[in-house]
């Protein structure tokens, strides 16, 4: 199990710092590749902590609420690394949105979009 923890929590802190490259990312195939790649590793995470959890039900009686609440914390390390990619995608959005709007200077006043677009 320890093994296993370890792995688990060095996987998250990866996630962590690949959220900055996704942001930072400046062409969409870097985007898409590195977005897969983040759920992918999410995804491990998830499952290895599935598995935490039905190794916590082994421990001994008195490490066992302590190997419990370690998983705990890394399952809720992984909801937040999930908001946080969700986070990511949708302030990408929205610049490409805000993008496409300044290059349509000739925007209707009642929220229609570009006369032209």
Known sequence: METLYHQTNKMVQDV?????HLERASTPEANHQLDVELQARIDQVVSNCERLELLVNKEPPSRRSTAKLRVDQLKYDCQH???AKRNVQHRRFIRA???KNLYCPLMAGDDRGCVYC
């Not at 962590?16 to 900055?20: A, H, R, T, V, Y």
Request: glycine residues 10%; without cysteine; proline residues 0%.
């Open 97 to 99: 949105v805000l993008k």
């Open 16 to 20: 962590q710092n690949q959220l900055g």
């Open 81 to 83: 690394l999930q908001a």
